[in-house]
């Protein structure tokens, strides 16, 4: 059973960065990696995506904004947000699919931008 365990959110002002790490606790290197953000009432929506050979999607909205990485080596991938806005407050959650029927999720961790 693959754990995966989400770090870095908080309260930043609006214009502030925050930097999300996400560990997993066995190899992921073959795997692509999500993160995904659900703010209050509304659908969880995929952020951004790494593939397993560094290549990425963004959400429009962060596009220039967000920056994902990921180091193999240690099993991680973070998620570098830059001139955060309010309606980037969410819950953001680390994501990794192995197959159509098994899916790993972190517990969340929270992000709040005020303005």
């Known amino acids: 059973q693959l754990r995966l365990m989400e770090s870095g959110g908080g309260l930043v002002q609006a214009g502030g960065s925050l930097s999300l790490s996400c560990v997993a606790s066995?190899?992921?290197?073959?795997?692509?990696m999500n993160w995904y953000r659900q703010a209050p009432g509304k659908e969880r929506e995929l952020v951004a995506t790494i593939g397993n050979v560094g290549n990425t999607y963004y959400l429009d909205s962060v596009k220039g904004r967000f920056t994902m990485t990921r180091d193999d080596a240690r099993n991680t991938v973070h998620l570098r947000m830059n001139a955060l806005k309010p309606e980037d407050t969410a819950v953001y959650y680390c994501?990794?699919?192995?197959?159509?029927?098994?899916?790993?999720w972190g517990q969340g961790t929270e992000v709040t931008v005020w303005s």
């Open positions: 066995g190899y992921v290197d073959e795997f692509d």
């Open positions: 994501n990794l699919i192995r197959t159509s029927s098994e899916a790993y």
